[in-house]
T-cell receptor
Framework: DAGVIQSPRHEVTEMGQEVTLRCKPI?????LFWYRQTMMRGLELLIY????????DSGMPEDRFSAKMPNASFSTLKIQPSEPRDSAVYFC?????????????FGNGTRLTVT | AQSVTQPDIHITVSEGASLELRCNYS??????LFWYVQSPGQGLQLLLK??????LVQGIKGFEAEFKRSQSSFNLRKPSVHWSDAAEYFC????????????????FGKGTKLSVKP
């Protein structure tokens, strides 16, 4: 089991640039979650998918943020255009849908710095 | 709406001493509760979980937690702390939707950072 794989581990970009974060969930997991972690706000859920379908995107801060899950093994989180306040660690997590309270398995995160 | 409160932002204990990290939740029904640990630069790792049944649950790395419905608490404990336990600990509750069904996602507390003195 390779775990949840995120890339890149670190991303530094200039304000206004497009940023794409990538996630490969654990094989067999059919729920995928994107969280953002900051000192001020802690861990915030941005969006999650069940069976590749977006279920709740109410946590996506603005239209600048978008997420896709074209298949069961890949998801992207895109920020366009990026702003300094988007600087944070972005985590992807996956779980096996079907039982209430299924634990989430987290990737190691992408640390995004927008200058 | 569900919420989780971890009242202690930072705790320091001596190696070998006992540890208790506090967690209080707000939830209308029987909650699904979790403790996660995060080491610097890493993702969150599941320590233990409570769904139902025995209110004292055992986890990895010698941790345990006790669910107390009357106090809306799910405190994490360890009888003897090791230097490698220094990390940030997060309590979480399983979220439910508007109609009460599980949404699958978790709501996290703000975390408690644990430092261990030699």
């Amino acid at each position: 089991d390779a775990g949840v794989i995120q890339s890149p581990r670190h991303e530094v970009t200039e304000m206004g640039q497009e940023v794409t974060l990538r996630c490969k969930p654990i094989s067999g997991h059919n729920s995928l979650f994107w969280y953002r972690q900051t000192m001020m706000r802690g861990l915030e859920l941005l969006i999650y998918f069940n069976n590749n379908v977006p279920i709740d995107d109410s946590g996506m801060p603005e239209d600048r943020f978008s997420a896709k899950m074209p298949n069961a093994s890949f998801s992207t989180l895109k920020i366009q255009p990026s702003e300094p306040r988007d600087s944070a660690v972005y985590f992807c997590a996956s779980s096996r849908l079907g039982g209430e309270g299924s634990p989430l398995h987290f990737g190691n995160g992408t640390r995004l710095t927008v200058t | 709406a569900q919420s989780v409160t971890q009242p202690d932002i930072h705790i320091t204990v001596s190696e070998g001493a006992s540890l208790e990290l506090r967690c209080n939740y707000s939830y209308g029904a029987t909650p699904y509760l979790f403790w996660y640990v995060q080491s610097p630069g890493q993702g969150l790792q599941l320590l233990l979980k409570y769904f139902s049944g025995d209110t004292l649950v055992q986890g990895i790395k010698g941790f345990e937690a006790e669910f107390k419905r009357s106090q809306s608490s799910f405190n994490l404990r360890k009888p003897s702390v090791h230097w490698s336990d220094a990390a940030e600990y997060f309590c979480a509750v399983g979220a439910t939707g508007n109609y009460g069904g599980s949404q699958g996602n978790l709501i996290f507390g703000k975390g408690t950072k644990l430092s261990v003195k030699p």
